[in-house]
């Protein structure tokens, strides 16, 4: 059973930092595309910035400069560093991720979601 959670979430300050983690958890043998989604109230939720195996990096515009993803593969862990927080910045914080896993017997590519972690910005 792969799961993926999020811990780091919290409170903080317009013009604060908070870095948020992702932990997948299983028989895991690959991941391929990692990513931060958030969902405000009301709001549909919305890609924050993804990561590939590789590296590579892609940011909403409305994050670019401030918000920073990255990953340990060995660890199978997502991170995203948040600096120069806005209130607009609240909502709740989703860890998603293709993963190929294994039951010893057969292979399987789903996509996973973490139970959310949430983010507060405000004075």
């Known amino acids: 059973q792969v799961q993926l959670v999020e811990s780091g979430g919290g409170l903080v300050q317009p013009g604060g930092s908070l870095r948020v983690s992702c932990v997948a958890s299983g028989r895991i043998l690959s991941i391929n595309t990692m990513a931060w989604y958030r969902q405000a109230p009301g709001n549909q939720r919305d890609l924050v910035a993804s990561i590939s195996s590789g590296g590579s990096t892609n940011y909403a515009d409305s994050v670019k400069g401030r918000f920073t993803i990255s990953r340990e593969n060995g660890k199978n862990t997502m991170y995203l560093q948040m600096d120069a927080l806005k209130p607009e910045d609240t909502a709740v914080y989703y860890c998603?991720?293709?993963?190929?896993?294994?039951?010893?017997?057969?292979?399987?590519?789903?996509?996973?979601w973490g139970q959310g972690t949430q983010v507060t910005v405000s004075s």
């Open positions: 998603n991720a293709g993963i190929i896993s294994t039951d010893s017997r057969n292979y399987d590519y789903s996509n996973y």
